[in-house]
């Protein structure tokens, strides 16, 4: 049986998942699906900051930044999915994949900017590890569809919360607002949604689609849950670069990886990351960008 274990710092293994040390080499964990105006990332094959192209391959521990009106979406191999608004920046810290068993767990770092992060099937399977950090909170995730941002934006959006006590001292660089967005209690074939937001040493569950949490800046503990707004739900859209939101919905209108040729074709001919035991390197290895044999 073949697993793919992909991660650049010790961690625990699943209860399902045997796993071993893989080759200091970074492993390509995913595929640049939308690029809009000016993304920057660092990859194995380029680790200077370059100009992110479409089906750009993704490592871990590739840095990702957007910058003004900009924007980025990426596929992961398992089919889980993040979105970047404008100035934001994130990095893939740990990914595990077990495909015969249609299994995952991923790990994303945050620092700044609005993001969307949608698990695919296989990381349901794996509920509870996987995880979103911001600089300030950490997002255990349960199978679902998150909506957040960090910075100005946050504390903007929640200013105009009728959820939000005031009284709160905010952080412009790392305050969180962070909205589950579904799928919700109705939504048909679909796990439903729920996170675990966690910062100041308390945990905060929230299991309903349309909720939302903040978290004001270092060491204070999660605000809420509340029910976020019409108006703040658009809000994080608009960040996104999507029109219209639904608050409550089972998730966002429209899919945009649902037919994208360039990434389905990138996805059947690279099925997953692979390791030779002899070779690690050599031919035949299909998603290592150092490898000039490579597709």
């Known amino acids: 049986m073949t697993r793919?274990?992909?991660?650049?710092?010790?961690?625990v293994a699943t209860?399902?998942?045997?796993?071993?040390?893989?080759?200091?080499?970074?492993?390509?964990?995913g595929v640049n699906a939308r690029v809009l105006n000016d993304v920057r990332m660092t990859t194995q094959a380029n680790p200077s900051p370059h100009q992110a192209v479409i089906k750009e391959r993704v490592?871990?521990?590739n840095d990702i930044q957007t910058g003004k009106a900009s924007g980025l979406q990426v596929l992961l191999l398992d089919r889980t999915s993040f979105t970047l608004g404008a100035?934001?920046?994130?990095?893939?810290?740990?990914?595990?994949?077990?495909?015969?068993?249609?299994?995952?767990?991923?790990?994303?770092?945050?620092?700044?900017?609005?993001?969307?992060?949608?698990?695919?099937?296989?990381l349901h399977a794996n509920p509870g590890q996987s995880q979103i950090r911001t600089p300030i909170a950490s997002i255990g995730i349960r199978g679902t569809i998150i909506d957040g941002v960090i910075g100005l934006d946050a504390i903007h959006i929640a200013a105009r919360e009728p959820g939000i006590p005031k009284g709160y001292k905010a952080d412009p660089a790392t305050a969180s607002l962070i909205l589950l967005r579904g799928p919700g209690a109705n939504a048909q074939g679909e796990q439903r949604g729920a996170i675990d937001v966690t910062a100041g040493e308390k945990t905060v569950p929230v299991e309903t689609a349309g909720y939302a949490v903040f978290v004001p800046g270092p060491g204070q503990p999660p605000i809420g849950p509340f029910q976020l707004s019409n108006a703040g739900s658009a809000t994080l859209a608009?960040?996104?670069?999507?029109?219209?939101a639904r608050n409550g919905a089972s998730g966002p209108d429209i899919d945009p990886l649902e037919s994208n040729p360039t990434v389905d074709q990138f996805f059947e001919r690279d099925p997953g990351p692979r390791q030779n035991p002899s070779n690690p390197n050599g031919p035949g290895d299909p998603v290592n960008p150092n490898n000039p044999n490579s597709p």
Not at 238 to 244: C, D, K, Q, T, Y
């Open 238 to 244: 608009m960040l996104l670069g999507s029109g219209r």
């Open 59 to 61: 490592s871990l521990g």
């Open 15 to 29: 209860s399902f998942l045997t796993f071993m040390s893989l080759p200091a080499v970074a492993q390509t964990v």
């Open 4 to 11: 793919h274990i992909i991660s650049i710092a010790p961690f």
């Open 87 to 122: 100035n934001a920046r994130i990095k893939v810290d740990r990914f595990v994949y077990d495909p015969t068993r249609n299994a995952s767990a991923v790990g994303l770092s945050v620092t700044k900017g609005a993001f969307r992060f949608m698990s695919g099937k296989a």
